[in-house]
T-cell receptor, first 114, second 114 residues
Framework: NAGVTQTPKFQVLKTGQSMTLQCAQD?????MYWYRQDPGMGLRLIYYSASEGTTDKGEVPNGYNVSRLNKREFSLRLESAAPSQTSVYFCASSVDRGSNQPQHFGDGTRLSIL | AQSVAQPEDQVNVAEGNPLTVKCTYSVSGNPYLFWYVQYPNRGLQFLLKYITGDNLVKGSYGFEAEFNKSQTSFHLKKPSALVSDSALYFCAVRDDPYNNDMRFGAGTRLTVKP
């Protein structure tokens, strides 16, 4: 019962490098999300995909891009990493964005930008 | 816009004592309220939710929460704390039907001492 799987779990980058964070869910959920978690700030929404084929900006989208590859997979790309993007990134999914059901989270990717 | 506040960064209780983690919210419509728990190096795990109905909601691991509309609060409670309850707790709110985004509080670190 995997739920939401994120890869990699840890990554260290140099300023200016690019990378893609991968996320996959096996719950047949329509909606998927990318958050970042910083100390004392809770979770902030970067991008979401309400359904397959759609993506939209969240609260803090600058410096990121996303791709909803299919219903299961939703990736987050940093084109030119900056130290301010050092954070823990969480992918989540839910039945539908507007439903009263909870979101399900992966275990996160811990990203350090030097 | 919806907002949620967790007024305490840290809560310390002795094992066996009751615990309360506080949450207040602000919405324009009907609040969908959620509590999540995060253990070290893990993602958020859903504990319980309030959508409508009884003000006292029961969830996983013996936790419960009380919805108070007049005080716009949704405090998490447990009658007898365990050392294993030590974790980071997040309150979240969605403003139905005005906003489909889930807004998270900054988190409260609960420490239960033996």
């Amino acid at each position: 019962n995997a739920g939401v799987t994120q890869t990699p779990k840890f990554q260290v980058l140099k300023t200016g490098q690019s990378m893609t964070l991968q996320c996959a869910q096996d719950m047949n959920h329509n909606s998927m999300y990318w958050y970042r978690q910083d100390p004392g700030m809770g979770l902030r929404l970067i991008y979401y995909s309400a359904s397959e084929g759609t993506t939209d900006k969240g609260e803090v989208p600058n410096g990121y891009n996303v791709s909803r590859l299919n219903k299961r997979e939703f990736s987050l790309r940093l084109e030119s990493a900056a130290p301010s993007q050092t954070s823990v990134y969480f992918c989540a999914s839910s039945v539908d964005r507007g439903s009263n059901q909870p979101q399900h989270f992966g275990d996160g990717t811990r990203l350090s930008i030097l | 816009a919806q907002s949620v506040a967790q007024p305490e960064d840290q809560v310390n209780v002795a094992e066996g004592n009751p615990l309360t983690v506080k949450c207040t919210y602000s919405v324009s419509g009907n609040p969908y309220l959620f509590w999540y728990v995060q253990y070290p190096n893990r993602g958020l795990q859903f504990l319980l939710k309030y959508i409508t109905g009884d003000n006292l909601v029961k969830g996983s691991y013996g936790f419960e929460a009380e919805f108070n509309k007049s005080q716009t609060s949704f405090h998490l409670k447990k009658p007898s704390a365990l050392v294993s309850d030590s974790a980071l707790y997040f309150c979240a709110v969605r403003d139905d039907p005005y906003n489909n985004d889930m807004r998270f509080g900054a988190g409260t670190r609960l420490t239960v001492k033996p």
